[in-house]
């Protein structure tokens, strides 16, 4: 069964949201995201400093099987990268709420976060 | 509605994930692709793949029926147990489909795929009217590859009475086990690129064998595995690398064709003889990945001779890096580049298979 900790905010694309204590979002694909992807073999991520919508695509994270687009839950700047996902995509499996989060962004509108999908809403639409 | 093996509950028992694999409910891994593809590198890895088509094949014409039918010459099986490939042709020169014929006691046993089973059985009864033979399903066989450097071994351990067996048969042989009830039959053949045998057996009898085969260490490996080890292998999947559009010439079938004795007449041999005349227009080609992500299917690859496609394309488990098979204009140079996602990223052209036994072949 698909992990959602009851702390993060979600999307419908699979995505899950973290607000920092610098009030800075970070930002990875859910528990549910990977085990529908399998084993994952190549992250690709934006660069620091790019101006994102809501809605962009802004990488892509390939399995054995596919591959799949990363879209920007919130409209903001990315302030971070995580190169450790980059080296060692396998890690999209095993953590996906802790080591293998995506990047960090700077949100455009801080009360954006507080509308997104919280846990309980984002367990009913995957069925956990 | 899904059909399913007779191994479905075995399947459910182990957590295979079930997915559709052209109308069977069969699972693509058990947890881990990457992990049951290297079981079969290095160990042993059991596939259940009941959902290929078994035809035999009988009569005083049977030899000239399959001369007829395929592009490669079952003449050249010159003993009972010997197993040839061959594509099985359009009189245009497309491909119906690609499979195994054994000579077996009763003449010929043909293996073709699941996906091309309706077709290929009322192309074969079509052309089998104008000769003496005699077409059967084999619907109620099972059907295991049991793959991997430690097959023979461990399934010699499962299954003691076929032992002697499996030691005397080479590389791509086959052979019914008189020595077992119900119709079995072992062959040293597979899709992997490692040893191992595909052993057909009735369907009430499959689920025993698998759990003696899981007793003696081999672990079950799901059809996503399957497809990540033959494309290492450089072998061809139907529907990939060629299809009734695709002269096998195109697609690295070339060695499939039996052009000699001149006077066999193929179905599909004149529309080859003249594209081979004229030169095939595109080759089949390995590319390995020098670039940013993942091949796959259906990108277009630029080179210095036009545009080519890749036909299948994935990360390659064994060697860490992104690998394809592609058909590309034959006159195309070693370097290349993939359109992968809007981006051109630069790719080597390599001489297949990418993997054999375990290690990198190609340099």
Redesign the interface.
């Known amino acids: 069964m698909s992990q959602v900790p009851a702390e993060l905010k979600y999307v419908d694309t699979h995505e899950w949201l973290r607000r920092e204590d610098d009030g800075t979002i970070t930002i990875g694909i859910t528990d549910h995201a990977q085990e529908l992807l399998g084993d994952v073999v190549y992250v690709d991520l934006p660069a620091v400093g790019s101006r994102f919508n809501r809605g962009d695509t802004a990488g892509v994270v390939e399995s054995v099987k596919a591959a799949s687009d990363v879209y920007v839950p919130i409209e903001g700047e990315v302030v971070a990268v995580n190169q450790d996902l980059v080296d060692a995509p396998e890690i999209a499996n095993t953590a996906p709420y802790a080591q293998a989060w995506f990047f960090r962004i700077k949100p455009a509108d801080a009360a954006d976060y507080d509308g997104l999908m919280t846990a309980d809403a984002y367990k009913a639409l995957i069925g956990a | 509605m899904l059909q399913r093996t007779p191994l479905y509950e075995a399947h459910v028992a182990a957590g295979g994930k079930l997915v559709d694999f052209a109308g069977w409910e069969l699972p693509?891994?058990y947890g881990?692709?990457?992990k049951e593809h290297d079981i079969v590198r290095t160990d042993a890895g059991v596939f259940d793949v009941s959902h290929m088509t078994v035809i035999d094949v009988t009569g005083p014409q049977a030899t000239a029926f399959l001369q007829k039918l395929l592009a490669n010459d079952v003449a050249r099986l010159g003993f009972e147990g010997k197993a040839l490939y061959s594509g099985m042709l359009t009189a245009e020169g497309g491909v119906i489909d690609d499979l195994i014929v054994y000579k077996t006691a009763w003449d010929y046993r043909v293996v073709v795929n699941a996906a091309t089973r309706d077709k290929d059985l009322a192309w074969i009864a079509q052309h089998a009217k104008a000769f003496d033979v005699t077409v059967t399903e084999r619907p109620e066989l099972a059907m295991l590859a049991i793959q991997g450097p430690n097959a023979l071994a461990k399934t010699s351990a499962a299954a003691p009475q076929l032992s002697a067996l499996i030691d005397g048969l080479q590389v791509f042989q086959g052979l019914a086990a008189s020595e077992v009830d119900g119709g079995w039959f072992v062959a040293r053949t597979g899709y992997t690129g490692e040893d191992g045998l595909e052993i057909m057996l009735p369907g009430d009898q499959a689920t025993a064998f698998w759990n003696a085969l899981l007793v003696a260490g081999v672990s079950p490996t799901g059809l996503?595995a399957r497809d990540?080890l033959r494309l290492e292998a450089g072998m061809n999947l139907y529907g990939h690398e060629m299809d009734e559009t695709i002269s096998p010439l195109t697609a690295g079938m070339g060695w499939t064709i039996a052009w000699q004795p001149e006077a066999r007449d193929f179905i599909g041999r004149a529309a080859l003889e003249a594209e081979r005349a004229a030169g095939p227009a595109f080759r089949q080609v390995g590319l390995v990945l020098q670039g940013?992500?993942?091949l796959?299917a259906g990108q277009t690859v630029q080179t210095d001779a036009g545009a080519g496609v890749i036909t299948s394309g994935?990360?390659s488990?064994t060697l860490k890096l992104?690998i394809a098979m592609a058909r590309v204009p034959a006159g195309c140079g070693e370097q290349v580049e993939v359109d992968i996602?809007g981006k051109l990223e630069p790719a080597r052209v390599i001489k297949m298979p990418f993997v054999r036994h375990g290690a990198q072949v190609f340099e």
């Open positions: 693509i891994h881990s692709q990457l996503g990540t940013k992500g993942v796959r994935t990360f488990p992104s996602r």
